[in-house]
Structures are given as structure tokens and as C-alpha cells.
């Protein structure tokens, strides 16, 4: 089979030996003459994949004492509701910044609970930068942004300052750069975009936030539930949280967090550089909140366009086509992704001028 460079933007590439591992692991895991999907969440086989999976996220991402760790369901999606249910406090106020699809909708969540002032948007031009220079009120219970905006390709520099408590959806960028955990009340992210398959959504929470005036949580959706349970209060999605456990040991076997940003890094200044050489591409995203994740970008002479979807096909490039909200093409390169097809893809480009 001819390999196939893998820019879906999720559920996204994982690493080869990973998948192999998984594969292995669904016919006879642990020796067990059992399939992983077979045997009880409780078997202590089992309950040492969540034990390793959560000690994973702390050591890779170094969090803190006085943090917890925990696997939920309902993916980034749920995230928006439960996010908002955890926070909310004495001010029944929340403040959002809104940067994309995936904060709109976390927006819409959180009016379920409380008041939602939206700080800041960008909105009016179709999502393409990240606010800046804005105030957020001190009378909220929260700050919530989204870290990487996986539709429109912009993503944070910097974590917003602030003195509220701060809330991350950190879906399509965690674990693809270094971040000071301690800066936030709340993360989450589900699991399919740089972590393992669908399934799992990940919590990172300051202790702190259950010792907080909260309002009445429904009990599947109180995050304390899921920490004091281990993540085992009821059945978790345990594929999902093997096969992130797998990918999560992958990550540590070569070098962490730190190096696998700076193959992040250079897989994206080898993209940009050709989108800016090339004059047949423009960026679509404003060249300072350019995401190392997802790229987005157009062609600049429409007529180009079936020789490109061409040129790129044949190079078994899958998953470029972009998000309906914003056309073009959009190129994302989680983790697994290797240079290697970052420059096919490249290459594929510079052919274009010559086609
Ligand atoms: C994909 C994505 C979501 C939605 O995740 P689901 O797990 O499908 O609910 C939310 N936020 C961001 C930033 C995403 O990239």
C-alpha cells in the first residue's frame, strides 16, 4: 500500500506503531487471550491503563501539585456544558472570547447556566486573527478561550492575563507545546486530535475549583464525580483511553512535549514559507496567530484549482480539502504527522507553478 500523508483536522493520524499496538491489544491484550474491548473496566489490567494514561498527562504536560487529572465522555463538545456547570459562581456570570465555530458553540453552552459576556470576537472577519488588546471584567466567575481554532487555523501566542480564573478548550493543540498549566481553573479536550481515538475527553482541574459556591451539578456532568472515581465512576470509552495511553508512552519515548513542539515548529515554518513563496497560495489566517496545528490557505488564481486537487491526489495526500465556513484548503499537522509529508506537500505546491 503506497503511504498516505494523513492531514485530516479529526479524528487525525496517529503514529504507525501505535495503531499496530492497538490492533494487537483488541485481539489479545496483556497476554490475556482476551480482547481489550472484553474484559471489565475493573480488572486490574485495565484499571492500570487509566492509572498509567493519567500519569502520563502529568508528567508530559508537567502539571502541578493541587491539579487533578481525569477521562470523561461526551468529547469538546460536552466540554462547552460541563466547563460552564463547574464554573459558575457567585457572579452567575461567565466571560467568553470568541475565536471560531468551536467558541461559538461553547458560547451557546454557557448560557444554559449563567450570563455570558462575549469580551472579544472576531467574528466580523470571518475568524481570521485573534483578538487583541481588550478588557475582560473582574465581576465573572470565569475566562473561557479556545487555545487553536481548528476551522479557521489561528491559534494563541500567549495565554490571555487575567486575574479571573481561566478556562481552556485546549481540543486541537494539546500536547503539541509546551504550556504553564498552572495559568488555568479548567481544561479540557477531547481525544482525537493530538491524544488517541474518539472517545476520550481529557480534564486538567485546579483542585481548588470543587472548594468553590457552585451551583447544583448534575452528577455525570460534576467533574468531582469523575476525579474522586478515578475516572471510573461508570464505564469509560476504553479504547480511547488505551490507545491514548499508547500514544501518550509514544510521546515520552521520543523526548516529550518540548520535542515533539519543535517538529511542530519546523513542520510549520516549511508550510508557511511556501504559502508566502508561492504567489499562486495566500494564508488565510493574520501571519501573527498563524496555528502550528491546522493551515489554512487558498489559491490565489481559482482556475489552478483542478490541477492542484490533481497534483495533490496523486501524491496520496488525503484530508486537505477546508472546513465549508471558510473553503480553500486546510493542512493539519498534529503530532503524528511527519516532515517528511509536510514536504510532499510542499513539493506538490512548487510543482503547481510549473504545471
Ligand atoms: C474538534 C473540536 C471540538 C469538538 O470536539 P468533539 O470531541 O467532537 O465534541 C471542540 N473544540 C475544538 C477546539 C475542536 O478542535
Redesign the pocket.
Known sequence: MAKVHNYS??PCILPQEVIKEAADAVLNFDGLDLSLLEISHRSSNFVSVVEEATFLVKELLEVPEGYSVCFMQ???????LISAFNMIGDHKKSAYINT????D??IKEAHFVGDVEVVASSKESNFNHIPKGFDIPTDVDYLHY??????FGTQFKEIPSTSVPLVC?????IFSKKVDISKFDLIY?????NMGP?GA?LYIVKDEVFKRNRIKIPTMLNIETHVKKESMFNTPPVFSIYVSMLNLRHLKSIGGVEAQQKINEEKASLLYAEIDRNPLFKGVAATEDRSTM?VTFVLTDESKQAKFDELWKAANISGIKGHRSVGGYRASMYNALPVSSVQVLVDVMKALESA
Not at 100 to 103: A, L, Q, V, Y
Not at 146 to 151: G, Q, V
Not at 169 to 173: C, K, N, V, Y
Request: glycine share 18%.
Open positions: 483536522a479529526g461526551g468529547g469538546a463538545s460536552l466540554g462547552f471560531g465555530t468551536w467558541s458553540k461553547a479556545t487555545s487553536n481554532n481548528t476551522i478548550d485546549m481540543s486541537s493543540d479536550a477531547g481525544a482525537q486530535k474518539a475527553t491546522n
